[in-house]
């Protein structure tokens, strides 16, 4: 429907994240900064919920990975430390798309899947 941003800010959202660059291994409690919209604030990954196929390995059950490392495309929890006004990316592309950034690397890039109240 088009409830759009009727929902209040959430502290914690579900994103499939595409990590382009980071110095090493990643695991839960990774943070960096998140950039999203006009916004950026603060954030850490939460749970680590699966890797996301590639075309290759599409129908394989997915793996709740432990790390993961540049390359990787992955659905997570990310925490905020303020909560923010966001939309699922297939609701508002626009407004559901985000890059991570750390020490001024794009770490990675994101949509927005899930938001949890």
Known sequence: ????TSHGPVSRFEAKVNLLECKSIVTSGYQCMLHIHALETE????????????KKDA???????????????????????????????????????????DEGVTVGVGIVTELFE
């Open 1 to 4: 429907g088009m409830e759009g």
């Open 43 to 54: 954030c850490s990954f939460g749970e680590l919920k699966g890797l996301v196929a590639k």
């Open 59 to 101: 129908g394989k059950p997915a793996v709740k990975p432990k790390f993961l490392r540049q390359g990787q495309t992955a659905s997570l929890d990310i925490l905020l430390n303020s909560p923010v006004f966001i939309d699922r990316y297939k609701d508002a592309p626009q407004l559901g798309r985000f890059v991570l950034r």
